[in-house]
């Protein structure tokens, strides 16, 4: 694949290994693609998309975006089908909810594989999804944890909840107070997650033998790395690091050894369960900007924002933003919890100054204020704590994280 890459069209690979001085081929072995120049996403962004792809226009199904954990405004992806291995689920009945309509094409196109039948949901339209779905008589569930709990209540008016038996559940993290709440109100249903990436689509199921949903399966059409998160040197099985993904299969704009900016480790043993596949077990971001949570997108941008009047008072590069997932009566919501360091002990109204900022000047949506979303009920009150130092504290920029959860 990299030879037909580098050689008839993808410029920008070409391009990239010209600068670099790598000659693709001296590649001939699996052991040889640790030798590849690693890609980033920012690389990726900075070329147009057809300088990316290397499949004929013909060929290629569909044109999509993400924003994805980079606060890119609009990251253009091909995609002429998902190359990942269809999930290994008994379902047949399936029913689809996506926030980008766009994404249902390649979304059936996977399940139809499996030989389901595919219900093609409308967020916008909840009931009529409800009722479409009981006419049909779903028996599976696709979509993010956030997007399973505001349908169930709809489903439940029109059909008997205990008939879908599975939800694959992706998009979001799943902590154990979310995971709780789906299955109180899905409680015959098995759930099931599965590691995406909008760039190519599914990349591994999660193991029906391994709790947390966060160890899956690697899937034999894309080659797996860890690498040091600092040097990109690669890492033995085992070590913990960020993990790295080449496309192995034709796909229009392919991904050789590219940086997901996920930490986690390839697991030196195979899995419990029947499949006996080698695993991977994905710990969280590193060094991310963006973090999505009860269907909000939290950018460290947009609290950069939020701070920009108050810089002489607080510590941006210190911030701590501490996101936990709290029950609220039936629902499960997310709270923020603040901590501020500032440049010198504050008065009561300079505290006041600042949490008054951050509140309505950080944007969770495209137009909505961290306060309006706790206004709508988005997010529970957020929590405001303030450190005080007069002296400057060594700031240990590797190891700092803007978010930190809690779920």
Known sequence: MLSFVTHHSAPFYREKYRRANFDAEGVRSIEDVSHIPLVTRGELVSCTLWDRAYLLPEDILTCGYTSGTTSSELFPVLRNFYIAEPPDIMSKKVLLLAAQPWRLVGQAEWFRRKKSLIVCGDLRNLPITAKLSSVVGIDCIYCTPTIALLVAPHLRRTMDIGAILTLVLSGESLSDTLLSAIRREFPAATVRTHYVFSEVGPLGFSCPRESGGTVFHEDKNFLYEIVDPDSGTPLSRGLEGELVITTLEKTPTPLI?????????????????????????????DRYDTVKVGGLELKASAFEKGMDNVAELVKFEELEVHIYEELDGSAVKPRLEFKIMTTRPLAAFEKEHVTHSLAHRTLVGEKTSLVDAERLGYLLPSRFGFVERAVDPPVDFKKKHLFVRHL
Request: with cysteine; hydrophobic share 30%; net charge positive.
């Open 257 to 285: 050894r590219y940086r997901t900016g996920d930490i986690g480790r390839l697991l030196p043993d195979r899995c419990a369960c029947p499949k006996q596949r080698p695993v991977f077990h994905i710990v969280g971001r």
